[in-house]
């Protein structure tokens, strides 16, 4: 049970074996909690649409796979277990996302093309001063409840900066971790 002085937010978990513990997280062994209740929290959000985004940068050492050895130079990213995650939104829609860095060393810059984060909470608390960031900055474990408001409709990248994807030419530094596809009739 969940204590009731808990507060609401997005919050995560893993092994802490003593000797094993950062290891066992580099491979993918942690999970999200979410205590229900941090729109609550914030004027104005009551009742708003949630989704969680939770990032892993998994340590592959399997140097027999190319994709895993050359085009993602070691380092596998997934967001909610997956290679590419897939959000919508209606246009105008403001959308309240969790996002949690399962990490204990890599630190994520998190861009969505076209859009900005107002960024509302952090390590599952509101903040007294909410501020607007394009670029999304998630040390090691850290925690951020943030407002995506989707613009005009189209598909819109989302982006990890500074991460190295792909080989020769064909190498950038900007990962794509999936989209954001805005349609439909005007949300709220």
Same mark, same amino acid.
């Given at each position: 049970?969940?204590?009731?002085?808990?507060?609401?937010?997005?919050?995560?978990?893993?092994?802490?074996?003593?000797?094993?513990?950062? $290891?066992?997280?580099? @491979?993918? *062994?942690?999970?999200?909690?979410?205590? +229900?209740?941090?729109? /609550? !929290? %914030?004027?104005?959000?009551?009742?708003? $649409?949630?989704?969680? @985004?939770? *990032?892993?940068?998994?340590?592959?050492? +399997?140097?027999?796979? /190319? !994709? %895993?050895?050359?085009?993602?130079?070691?380092?596998?990213?997934?967001?909610?277990?997956?290679?590419?995650?897939?959000?919508?939104?209606?246009?105008?829609?403001?959308?309240?996302?969790?996002?949690?860095?399962?990490?204990?060393?890599?630190?994520?810059?998190?861009?969505?093309?076209?859009?900005?984060?107002?960024?509302?909470?952090?390590?599952?608390?509101?903040?007294?001063?909410?501020?607007?960031?394009?670029?999304?900055?998630?040390?090691?474990?850290?925690?951020?409840?943030?407002?995506?408001?989707?613009?005009?409709?189209?598909?819109?990248?989302?982006?990890?900066?500074?991460?190295?994807?792909?080989?020769?030419?064909?190498?950038?530094?900007?990962?794509?971790?999936?989209?954001?596809?805005?349609?439909?009739?005007?949300?709220?």
């Amino acid at each position: 049970k969940i204590p009731a002085h808990q507060p609401p937010g997005a919050y995560w978990y893993h092994a802490h074996m003593h000797g094993s513990a950062e $290891r066992q997280v580099g @491979l993918g *062994l942690s999970g999200a909690l979410m205590v +229900d209740g941090f729109a /609550d !929290t %914030v004027p104005g959000l009551t009742g708003i $649409r949630e989704r969680l @985004l939770t *990032l892993k940068s998994i340590d592959a050492d +399997d140097n027999d796979n /190319d !994709t %895993v050895a050359d085009e993602w130079h070691g380092i596998v990213q997934t967001v909610n277990g997956g290679l590419a995650v897939a959000e919508t939104a209606q246009p105008n829609e403001t959308v309240l996302w969790h996002v949690t860095n399962h990490d204990a060393n890599k630190a994520v810059q998190l861009v969505l093309d076209g859009h900005k984060f107002l960024v509302v909470g952090r390590d599952g608390a509101a903040i007294p001063a909410p501020y607007e960031t394009e670029i999304l900055r998630l040390f090691p474990a850290a925690r951020f409840e943030v407002l995506v408001t989707a613009s005009q409709p189209g598909v819109y990248p989302l982006r990890a900066l500074n991460i190295l994807t792909g080989q020769g030419a064909a190498m950038v530094k900007n990962r794509p971790l999936g989209t954001l596809t805005v349609a439909g009739p005007p949300g709220q």
